[in-house]
């Protein structure tokens, strides 16, 4: 049998060849855009950020708003009444309080407990001074109490104490009552407004 001859097969193949080129190309058919595998992970990564940034912006602003609104409405409740301190004699235009009295009402039992803290409003030794200061608070609502902090100085503290008073909105609302109550006092002739106020945790007797 003899093989077919080699220029036929070879215009076989010139002939597919040319009908292939005459065939019209679609644009971009059968193309594929391969994008490089870590400009993939970068955008991801974005992508991933951006949604953590979103989430924890809305969750801090919604603990911040939530903290505000829990100072304001405990603010808005009733101010508890505190049993204003016995009347004292009046001699000529200065109220001069008698030393049993003022002893009755400055050394009451201490009231703190041990591991809260609690603000330290004002210490001297100036013991008229600091009966005065604490008859101020009382008539403002604020349970406040004095307490020998040396031999020769005593200190007059708030009565309500907090575990957090940084986070507490609680504690956080005292403190603004009492800047209320500093406002008064200084504008009373008192010799501070009762800003440098300062917490303290009590570790016992």
Do not use: C
């Not at 004095?146 to 020769?152: G, K, R, Y």
Request: zero cysteines.
């Amino acid at each position: 049998m003899s093989s077919p001859r080699p220029g036929l097969y070879e215009a076989l193949l010139k002939r597919r060849a040319e009908q292939a080129a005459e065939l019209p190309s679609a644009p971009g058919a059968g193309s594929v855009v391969r994008l490089p595998r870590g400009l993939v992970y970068v955008v991801a990564l974005i992508w991933g950020g951006s949604l953590i940034f979103a989430w924890a912006l809305g969750r801090g602003t919604g603990r911040t708003e939530g903290f505000d609104e829990a100072v304001q409405a405990i603010q808005a409740d009733s101010i508890p009444q505190v049993s204003p301190p016995p009347s004292l004699p009046v001699a000529g235009d200065s109220r001069i309080p008698p030393e049993s009295s003022r002893q009755r009402i400055g050394a009451v039992t201490d009231p703190r407990q041990p591991g809260l803290n609690y603000l330290v409003v004002q210490s001297g030794s100036n013991q008229k001074a600091l009966f005065e200061l604490l008859e101020h608070l009382q008539g403002e609502g604020l349970a406040a109490f004095m307490t020998s902090a040396t031999i020769s100085s005593s200190r007059v503290l708030l009565s309500e104490g907090f575990s957090a008073p940084n986070s507490d909105p609680r504690a956080v609302a005292l403190r603004d009552r009492l800047h209320r109550a500093g406002t008064t006092w200084k504008a009373s002739g008192g010799v501070s407004d009762l800003t440098d106020a300062y917490w303290e945790k009590f570790n016992g007797p």
